[in-house]
């Protein structure tokens, strides 16, 4: 059985919440896995929540999150004709743009209530731009998912480092983490990315050069703070954090779809194939991946479903492009 086998047997038996669930049946979609991915976005749809949240599993604080499982269930309809399917789509686009909490300037918040003593549910967590721009893209609200990262933009980006804070309450606009978390500024290049896409696909330049050219802003920061081995420590700016696979990955899915789709230079590949090589040899006999930004509470070393998916995002546009523009010698190799 190869890596990338015993990777997705690993990331099926993991435990998930909404993004875990969104994320992990987005890869096997990226991935071509049909036979996974479908039946996963059929149980997001049979774990709504009556507002319309998606897989709703693990209480009921997210806001953003459930999101993640949003486009699965709009390819799940596509391809398989089940307007179950299509309903569960619609109704989390009706929740996100008519039920949702917002910030006093419209962005979809995060959670129905605050993690941290002192600051209020109005919080903004840089995660949210994988889980909701995205989506809002797919179902045909471009203008909606734009104004959604331009207010990630305001909020969260830090222009002197380039990088994104990761967790703001926009009550007051202080920062619950002001920390240039790794994974979450993985979390935005991949949403940066699929948006970018999906405003190709709907003939929408304007949005495209937008998303691409932020895309290739935080690309440059991020890769200019890369370990040698091509990953990065937790917190990006940080040599004292301990050192992480799923933001590298993230970073490498994310270099690899963006050379095939011509918004990213070729000249990020070397730092997109060290990465993905390194954190290849980070997986055990089973397929779990070490090394990585651990669950639950994603402040120490450990294991995620997220960078299971990760590495399945990374392996599938790897391969996409090699079978595109001919790098097949250079991609190919044994881990």
């Avoid at 450990?302 to 599938?316: H, I, K, N, P, W």
Wanted: charged letters at 20%.
């Amino acid at each position: 059985m190869s890596v990338t086998e015993k990777v997705i047997h690993c990331m099926m038996a993991m435990q998930r919440y909404p993004w875990e669930q969104g994320v992990c049946a987005q890869a096997l979609y990226e991935a071509g896995r049909d036979e996974l991915w479908i039946p996963m976005a059929c149980d997001a749809v049979q774990r709504q929540a009556p507002d319309g949240r998606l897989a709703m599993i693990g209480g009921d604080i997210a806001v953003s999150d459930p999101a993640a499982n949003g486009e699965v269930c709009l390819r799940a309809w596509q391809r398989t004709g089940n307007p179950v399917c299509l309903r569960g789509a619609q109704r989390m686009l009706d929740y996100l743009l008519h039920t949702a909490p917002r910030t006093g300037d419209g962005i979809i918040c995060h959670n129905t209530i605050s993690f941290a003593e002192g600051f209020s549910a109005a919080q903004l967590w840089i995660d949210g731009l994988y889980m909701v721009p995205p989506f809002l893209a797919v179902m045909g609200c471009m203008d909606e998912a734009a104004e959604q990262i331009r207010g990630y933009i305001r909020h969260l980006y830090d222009e002197k480092a380039g990088l994104f804070f990761h967790i703001v309450d926009t009550a007051d606009g202080r920062y619950v983490r002001d920390k240039h978390w790794a994974t979450g500024n993985g979390w935005a290049l991949m949403g940066l990315a699929r948006v970018t896409e999906a405003a190709e696909e709907s003939g929408r330049p304007d949005i495209r050069k937008e998303t691409a050219g932020f895309l290739n802003r935080l690309l440059e920061a991020m890769i200019r703070l890369q370990c040698a081995d091509g990953r990065f420590h937790d917190i990006l700016d940080d040599p004292a954090s301990f050192v992480d696979g799923t933001s590298s990955l993230m970073m490498a899915a994310t270099v690899f779809r963006g050379i095939l789709h011509g918004y990213v230079s070729k000249s990020y590949f070397d730092a997109a194939e060290t990465a993905y090589r390194t954190v290849s040899k980070k997986a055990d006999g089973m397929g779990l991946i070490h090394e990585v930004c651990g669950c639950p509470d994603f402040i120490s070393e450990g294991t995620s479903a997220e960078a299971q998916a990760a590495f399945v995002m990374a392996d599938a546009w790897r391969e996409k492009l090699a079978a595109t523009i001919g790098q097949s010698e250079k991609c190919a190799g044994q881990f």
